[in-house]
């Protein structure tokens, strides 16, 4: 009985690691649900960021999965292993690149002691960059929801 | 605009005393980005670093591509500065981070430019910076066409082609930068190693271009990309040919981007088997002439 429970066990604790291991994650901001493994196929639903699905079997570059009551085919490029990291934001470099912008044209390197990162920066001041048009393109930036928006207006422009 | 962004998307350890630490620890250690390692034992100081943050290498790794990446950016703006047409670059970044938000990199903010050159090309700095032309935009008729060029440069970012090709990554894997960070003594050739790494990355933007197999795998996957956007498939293979009588006619206007890619002919083999085998040569998806000339004159 003892072993019987023992195997039973055995088995419940593999299919576990099985289960966890079938299971995906969505990486881009939506990911299409086709019914069959085609981009023309009919569209059943659409997953989010970092919905986990289960993977169900594979076909080429798709994937069928099961994300709650929802079944299909989504695109292997879509989906990874782990939960999508955080989105960066660059700009806790601005100060670095500003220093080297504002002292690029005086750079002296002190004798002695330990270095700071200013100095160090001013070492290798790169007369090459130019940080004000760095930041217009930063500033120009849209967001996702923003871009989304704008992607589906597409319907009401082609009425137009 | 970046910092609504970040709002709307908090870093997995933001507001907390642990970010704010790893942050500052980033903002120590990144100085020191692509540092050669040198030493194969163990040192005590760097086992210290790994305590110190758990996982470093992952946050540190993006850290690095970005931090690269922009400063890379910043030198292209440099020689070729932004076209003064907000409008017109509000438009392009609209259409760039659509088609971004369909890719496997939502951990970056995506940036898009219009620079101010006749040459017919586009480019993708690591860590989230793409860049057309004026003169590319001006042999564009339908937004198909700029959204699959622009899924090309993004795909190059997705599938870390030149962060690969040059290894571009954090420190923590190189024992020496690990102390030199602690005692300072050797920072400095870090840092000249990181902007050499720009330098790199500025040699195969405009000279030496990426492998040949690159530069197809983002035509792939740029134009799978697009695809899913919802885009005319047919879009980056009409720029890809209008390139090819380019290449035939007024190579000048294409000069970088025939010394740093594969004959735009090839490419467009490429893909038609690609569109073929996929099935979607006959895929019914909007081209948006109409809004592109609306707002691309």
Redesign the interface.
Known sequence: MLIRLGILLGLLMVSGVLAAEDTRYV??????VFETP???AARVGELQ?GDPVERLSEEG?WLEIRAGELEGWV?T????DSE??????????DEE?EMEGRRRASAVATAGG??S?EE??E??A?E????D??H?????????????R??H??DE??E? | ??????E???????GSWAWRGL?GF???CL?GVLAPAAAEEESSPRDRLHMLAEDPR??AD??AE??V???V???I???D??VED?EL??YV??????V??????????????VTDSDEVNAYAAP???VFVTRGALKEMRDEAELAGVLAHEIAHITRRHIVDALDIRAPEDSPLAGITRF???A??VA??A??EA?DQVMDVLFEDGLRREDELDADH?GL??A????YDPAGLPRYLARLAEFEEDDKDAVETVARTHPPASERLEALERLMEE???D??EQ?A?E??FARHVR
């Open positions: 990486q881009s901001e939506r990911a299409e085609a981009f023309d960021r570059d695109s490029l879509l989906l990874g999508p990291s955080a989105r960066v934001s660059p700009l806790h470099g690149l330990v270095r990162l160090d920066e070492l290798v790169d090459n960059v130019d940080v048009q760095l217009a393109l930063e500033a120009q930036g849209v967001s996702t929801e923003e871009a989304i704008f992607l207006e597409r422009d082609a137009s | 605009m970046t910092r609504a962004r970040g709307r998307n908090p870093a997995r350890f933001a942050a980033l903002a120590l100085m992952t946050e993006l850290q970005i931090r990446g922009r400063e950016a910043a030198r703006l440099a020689r500065p932004l907000p670059q509000r970044n609209l259409v760039g981070s659509a971004a938000a369909h890719g496997d990199r939502s951990e970056l903010s995506w940036y898009f430019a860590g989230g910076y005692f300072g003594g920072t400095e840092r000249v990181f902007s720009v996957h799978m990309l695809v899913r956007t919802g996929q099935g979607i006959g895929l909007p948006r109409e809004r």
